[in-house]
């Protein structure tokens, strides 16, 4: 599919709180709600419209589990956009949010938008978590914020679309260099032959009509 | 006015009369897309002396009143394109080094041309010394600078003969000479029109009318303005040639073609003010009546604007030529989507193939930076060791030569499928990895359906059903190498040895894999009665080429994963 630009995403967040589940319904519009552990990292890829230009996300989802810490760091690298998930039902989910940041902000370009997100919004009856306290979280390390659930769709598309609005505002401002790929934005194939072709193809046309009037 | 000259030059050098309303009439007409295209096609590339060079003028306006055209028509777009790409092309033939948007200029003139024919108010003073002289001097040299010279000696010679006009020759070539050197291209490219067409054969009934015209503009203008007035104003004339066009024609008449050529330069300025709206109103006047002369090509244009809308014919006309060009685009639109549904590396992107390539890249480095790390922090005698050990790692995932090229043929009872899920399985048994190989066994048993009883059984189907599968095979190998390497940086015993040996093997059922889907194919596409053997022959080398593509793919990927083998080991 053509595209405008390419946004690479990771999520990252401890694991089971529904990053892949997140993903899933994101891309495919479904819920999983037994998932295998993720090894590594998974993509997943979908195109959004914003501001009428087709943007295509790829979306890098790693393993939650602290056996792949190391391996997961090494694909920070060049993203524009990071969901950062915790679980509104497990509090150390929580409060592991400020290492993930660290790591976060560690391994990847300063520019990159960091969406928080409070999964699992609609287990309103095991929160362990108030909505103030991850707005307080993401008010004070200048993120953006929203509850989610993966299950339900809530938020889901507003989380990652919200993201790729905010990375393509940050190129309307100049913020992102978009020719640097380490910013994790690629410009999409350009059209110069469709021009080209298209160019041929009326002269040709053109051709043809002045032979018959001959 | 340009166009009116040109065209009656032609007429008159090829010994038309003045009859040519009709034949200009025709020209005018909507067909003449296909004159301007024949000509210029047959147009000769250089140029030649007088009436060549007429010629060449003549096609060029041609292009111009075209414009008019296509301004009000917008959806048949074929045409234009031809349009512009071939006054282009006659710019570039034309050595005038004019690269001017002649655009701007062109709307006008075929305008003119109608205009004069109703006020044939004769006039007969213009006639007839001018052809002679004139064409002596039109030795066609279209560059600008000589052509002002060219003026300028031509203008000694007239200014003898037609003293008598009230005007100083002379002066106004100065001005001529001074304007030309420092109005725009476009101008010049207008002023050099003007030139050789007036120069080459002036027309008498053309003259006359432009005098007539000449004189009615006059009235109103107050006073000469200054040359640089003038210049300015120039650049005016591109937005609003229709005062530029007459300002031309005004100037015409006036004692010489030459003193005509500087007034072209001096006075389009003054008229566009002076002339001002008196101006535009008769030419409004005059663009509706040539709109609406009944003439079939041009009734498009009155759809268009909607000043004879309800035209039955007319406006299924536009709807068909409407209808055409959706129907050129969507062919375009359909070859550009076929093109890139059977581009592999398009097709390797969307099966996740490129993305894992660059992580497992990612992470490649990233290991090759640790066991860097590690050498240096050790002594020189370990970094010694160290080395050697990394060199033996590589050396156990040099791929293997073409060893047993068939090992062993599909035991009895076991489908092709289930064998490739066995061998993978045995390649990789001592890698220690739980591997998922279901997605490739998956795909090679589709790819199998497929091939021996599929419903689609055009040349083009296979050859893109190939060119995918080897791309999707491509892909979940390379994943598989992605895969082997995060699993193997999270495993806690390693036995580097075997992990090589395993992945190497792996390599070499894969890379099989690869040639054994492009046989496949090409089998099929062979078995396949057709009566395009060409088309076939190409497909088939096409597929080789993008097995051996895989296989690079794939070769790669192996190979970004030795760090990954290499740090188990140090």
């Known amino acids: 599919m053509a595209y405008a630009y390419l946004f690479k995403y990771i999520i990252i967040g401890d694991t089971g709180v529904g990053k892949s589940c997140l993903l899933l319904q994101f891309t495919d519009k479904r819920f999983q709600p037994v998932h295998d552990l993720t090894i590594g990292v998974e993509f997943g890829a979908r195109m959004i419209t914003i501001d009428g230009k087709q943007i295509k996300l790829q979306i890098w989802d790693t393993a939650g589990q602290e056996a792949f810490r190391s391996i997961t760091r090494s694909y920070y690298r060049g993203a524009a956009g990071a969901l950062l998930v915790y679980d509104i039902t497990r509090r150390d989910t929580f409060n592991h949010l400020t290492t993930w940041l660290e790591d976060a902000r560690q391994h990847s370009n ?91 193809g009326g002269a040709g046309a053109g051709g043809a009509a002045g032979g018959g009037c001959c | 006015m340009h166009t009116s000259d040109s065209e009656d030059f032609e007429s008159a050098d090829e010994g038309h009369g003045s009859p040519e309303k009709k034949e200009r009439k025709k020209r005018l007409s909507s067909s003449n897309y296909s004159d301007n295209a024949l000509e210029t096609d047959q147009q000769p590339q250089e140029p030649k002396p007088s009436a060549t060079a007429v010629k060449n003028i003549a096609k060029e306006t041609d292009g111009w009143d075209d414009f008019d055209i296509d301004d009000n028509e917008p959806i048949a ?72 010279d060219r003026l300028a000696a031509a203008s000694t010679g007239a200014s003898g003969g037609w003293g008598g006009w009230g005007w100083s020759v002379d002066s106004l070539l100065s001005t001529a000479t001074a304007g030309i050197s420092n109005i725009t291209s476009q101008v010049s490219q207008g002023i050099s029109t003007v030139l050789e067409t007036g120069i080459g054969a002036p027309d008498p009934e053309e003259l006359a009318r432009s005098s007539v015209k000449a004189n009615e503009a006059k009235a109103p203008v107050p006073a000469p303005i200054s040359a640089e007035d003038g210049d300015k104003l120039q650049g005016r004339q591109g937005s609003s040639p229709e005062a530029g066009a007459n300002a031309g024609d005004a100037a015409f008449p006036f004692g010489s073609l030459f003193s005509g050529v500087s007034k072209f330069v001096e006075t389009t300025g003054t008229k566009v003010i002076s002339g001002g709206l008196d101006t535009l109103e008769t030419i409004g006047k005059k663009t509706m009546e040539v709109l609406q002369d009944g003439d079939p090509g041009l009734a498009k244009k009155r759809a268009l604007l909607g000043l004879g809308a309800g035209d039955k014919p007319v406006l299924s006309q536009v709807l068909r030529e409407a209808k055409a060009k959706a129907d050129e685009d969507d062919r375009v639109r359909e070859e550009k989507r076929e093109a890139k549904e ?229």
């Open chain 1, 110 to 200: 300063s520019n990159m938008v960091i969406m928080l997100i409070g999964n699992k919004s609609d287990l309103e009856s095991r929160r362990e978590v108030k909505k103030e306290e991850g707005e307080a979280f993401a008010r004070e390390h200048g993120l953006v914020f929203m509850e989610t659930s993966a299950k339900t769709a809530a938020n889901v598309e507003e989380a990652f679309i919200n993201t790729a609005k905010e990375i393509y505002e940050k190129i309307q401002e100049g913020v992102f260099d978009i020719n640097n790929e380490a910013n994790g934005i690629k410009i999409g194939p350009q059209h110069s032959t469709a021009g080209g072709a298209a160019g041929a």
């Open chain 2, 77 to 148: 777009p074929p045409p234009t394109k031809a349009k512009v790409t071939d006054s282009k092309k006659e710019v570039e033939q034309k050595p005038t080094n004019v690269k001017a948007d002649q655009k701007s200029q062109v709307p006008c003139w075929d305008e003119f041309d109608d205009w004069g024919q109703d006020d044939t108010v004769s006039t007969q003073r213009t006639e007839p010394p001018k052809p002679v002289q004139n064409k002596q001097s039109a030795q066609p040299d279209p560059n600008i600078k000589e052509v002002t």
């Open chain 2, 342 to 570: 059977v581009h592999y590396e398009n097709l390797f992107d969307d099966f996740e193939g490129l993305v894992h390539l660059e992580a497992l890249e990612m992470l490649s480095k990233q290991i090759s930076m640790r066991i860097e790390e590690r050498m240096r922090s050790v002594d020189a005698d370990k970094r010694q060791d160290i080395k050697e050990t990394l060199q033996q790692v590589a050396e156990l995932c040099e791929m293997p030569e073409e060893e047993e090229d068939d090992d062993e043929p599909p035991s009895e009872g076991v489908s092709k499928a289930d064998a490739f899920h066995e061998r993978l399985q045995t390649a990789t048994q001592d890698l220690g990895l739980k591997l998922q190989f279901q997605p490739l066994v998956k795909q090679y048993t589709d790819i199998l359906t497929y091939i021996s009883g599929s419903p689609d059984t055009t040349v083009k189907g296979i050859y893109k059903r190939a060119v995918s599968g080897l791309a999707q095979a491509t892909a979940l190998s390379v994943e598989q190498y992605h895969k082997a390497a995060e699993m193997l940086l999270v495993k806690t015993r390693r036995s580097t040895a075997d992990e090589a040996d395993a992945l190497t093997q792996m390599t070499v059922v894969l890379t099989k894999h690869i040639s054994e889907l492009a046989t496949l194919f090409t089998e099929k596409l062979n078995g396949l009665p057709s009566d395009n053997t060409e088309q076939v022959n190409t497909y088939i080398t096409n597929i080789f080429l993008e097995a051996g593509n895989s296989s690079t793919y794939i070769q790669n990927a192996f190979q970004l994963a030795l760090p990954i083998l290499q740090i188990g080991a140090v």
